[in-house]
């Protein structure tokens, strides 16, 4: 009896694994190349230097990305030689990435920035959709004079597509005289913001990206200093015009904080200016929504006209917000008009979110793991 049931077991074991090796694979999307384009821009710093120093155009290849999931990563090259190395003759550059040499401060001698290994990412600059749709550009990157004790390093530099703040210098924050509470003209509580999407309408992925690190206090020059970073990209990754409606409008919602808080600082300059940037996205949004339901993007085109007219009312309140931001008398006041713009923008991301459910190409769900070892950004 107990060696039949032991047949019986060997024999269910057999199976069960002829099943599973007979089960098809689930192959995971091919990562596909793609180039990226760095726009102009301006970096503001280290501390006290200035002018702000305004950023050349660039370019980053053999980029392996997935277009579904909106992730990847920008392979690292080096060919060797002194050509492919820091002024220490020692640290390695990634030439895949061209990120241009800058003039800080209005010099005269430029200073290589560039995309380093030694670092925790090994050189490669990795790319990817946070819990918060942010677009995230994580890299080890050197600042290099021509002297080796001039490099200012900075490991795991993140960029990405919501908003930072200029922050006070590492010194100020931990009550200790010396630190420089600016970065080049901005002074320390400015707001930077970034954006993703199709914003040129071109049918491919375009934004603009932004950083507030601080120089490590163990530098040799200007350490604790704030640094600021804004600059825009290019891509050739395809990307629907609904798929970029939501992102964009996702998008939206990191300027609400920002919004109320230099409003309750009486910063009225800065908020018009946040104001005139919600303004001009929601005029691209409601623009796209419009060529989503022209091009039938929607399987259903229920709630897909009442989504489109809201967007367009959206735009239309944030266009009369900027004028209520114009005047000063009127400024402080906006609170209410804020909030409430907001919570409209909620309930469309959801109708939105609804409706692509229904379509062929979705916006994806954030894939990274941000309980392994992601420092959590404060989102503005």
Known sequence: MRTRHLRRALSAAILLWAQQIAAPVVAEPALQHHTFQLEGGFFFGPGPIVPDTKLPHGQLANIRFDVERLSGYCEFANAGGRDGLLSDGR???????????????????????????????????????????????????????????????????????????????????????????????LPAGTYLAGRVGDFDQDGQLDGILVAAPHVPLAADMLPGAPVGNRRGFKTDVPIASNVSAELMLRGVMHLREPLLTTLAEADVRSAHEL??????????????????????????????????????????????????????????????????????????????????????????HPTRDLAAGEPRQKNY
């Open 275 to 364: 104001s005139v940037d919600l303004r001009d996205r929601l005029s691209v949004i409601a623009a796209t929504a419009q060529r989503s339901l022209a091009e039938k993007r929607w399987h259903t085109s229920a709630g897909a006209d009442q989504l489109v007219m809201k967007l367009v009312g959206l735009r239309e309140r944030a266009a009369g917000l900027t004028g209520t931001l114009d005047d000063a008398a009127t400024g402080m006041n906006a609170k209410s008009s804020i909030e409430q713009l907001f919570a409209s923008a909620t309930e469309a991301i959801a109708a939105l979110t609804e409706l692509n459910a229904s379509s062929a190409v979705q916006l994806p």
């Open 91 to 185: 640290t390695r550059i990634n030439q895949n990435i061209d990120a241009g040499r800058l003039l800080i401060g209005g010099g005269t001698s430029p200073i290589l920035l560039t995309a380093v290994d030694g670092g925790p990412h090994h050189g490669t600059e990795r790319y990817y959709l946070d819990d918060q749709y942010r677009f995230v550009w994580r890299v080890d990157i050197a600042l290099d004079p021509g002297f080796a004790e001039g490099i200012i390093r900075l490991d795991d530099f993140v960029l990405n597509t919501g908003v930072v703040r200029i922050g006070r210098s590492l010194q100020s924050q931990r009550g200790e005289p010396g630190g420089y509470d600016q970065a080049g003209s």
